[in-house]
């Protein structure tokens, strides 16, 4: 389970969040919603301990993040925003390095490898150097990494991004396979169709602050319209409308 409490964080001038709670849950896949900009990416390194936040917490299976960062990071598998091969490893070399990261060695090691091989297809590409991989290719080896070594929380920054149907299809059912399998499943993703086929629970964020959260019924049905995605429009439109009034009042004061 990951936990976010009013989380906040700037760069120079820039406020990439600013005030950002939700928890994802076990068993569950729980999505980050909203445009380009909106704090997804932030957010989600946060979580993942790859920056320091400003203000607020976040907690992974109980463990706070900035105070025991490594165990913390243990208990996640990141996928991130850019897969980072290194071109001139093998599938497999890969996942000896990142296994070795996370303390695997011996028969574990190679048992852990053997089951991502089996669950993830990679047989194929398992002794291949990276260099020349398709982007499904390369989708399926950042995966592997991240679920490499069965952590119990997996975050995803829009993993679906450049990938074809038949491989959006793929990582659909591995990641419905790790939600079944009692995973804490956390994406982000600005892709209704993408968001409404996973998502047990919807975050909806716009300018760093989180406007909505609940299933995509649920969404749906507060905003009265007829799919996620004018839902979406509408409720990120009340909070725009809602910073717009008090900046018209606070200049007016």
Not at 52 to 61: M, R
Request: proline fraction near 2%.
């Amino acid at each position: 389970m990951i936990i976010v409490k009013e989380l906040a964080k700037a760069y120079g001038d820039v406020q990439a969040v600013k005030s950002v709670s939700f928890t994802a849950g076990d068993a569950s896949i729980t999505t980050l919603l909203g445009a380009n900009g909106s704090g997804k990416t932030t957010t989600l390194r946060a979580i993942s301990g790859l920056l320091k936040t400003d203000k607020g917490s976040v907690t992974v299976d109980g463990l706070t993040v900035a105070e025991d960062t490594m165990a913390a990071q243990r208990r996640l598998g990141v996928f991130p925003d850019s897969f980072g091969l290194y071109v001139r490893l093998t599938t497999r070399e890969h996942l000896e390095y990142f296994a070795e990261l996370h303390g695997l060695t011996g028969s574990a090691l190679t048992t852990a490898i053997d089951k991502v091989t089996e669950t993830l297809n990679l047989s194929d590409i398992l002794d291949r150097r990276t260099e020349g991989f398709s982007q499904g290719q390369r989708m399926k080896v950042a995966l592997a990494r991240a679920i490499l070594h069965k952590p119990s929380n997996i975050v995803l920054d829009e993993p679906t991004r450049g990938l074809d149907v038949m491989n959006i299809r793929l990582l659909r059912s591995i990641l419905l396979d790790l939600k079944a399998a009692g995973h804490c499943v956390l994406l982000s993703s600005h892709v209704m169709a993408e968001v409404e086929a996973l998502s047990d629970h919807v975050v909806m964020m716009a300018d760093g602050v989180v406007c909505a959260e609940g299933s995509p019924g649920e969404l749906v049905a507060r905003a009265q319209q007829p799919n996620l995605e004018e839902a979406f429009v509408v409720l990120t439109g009340q909070k725009e409308k809602l910073d717009h009034k008090e900046n018209t009042e606070g200049k007016a004061a």
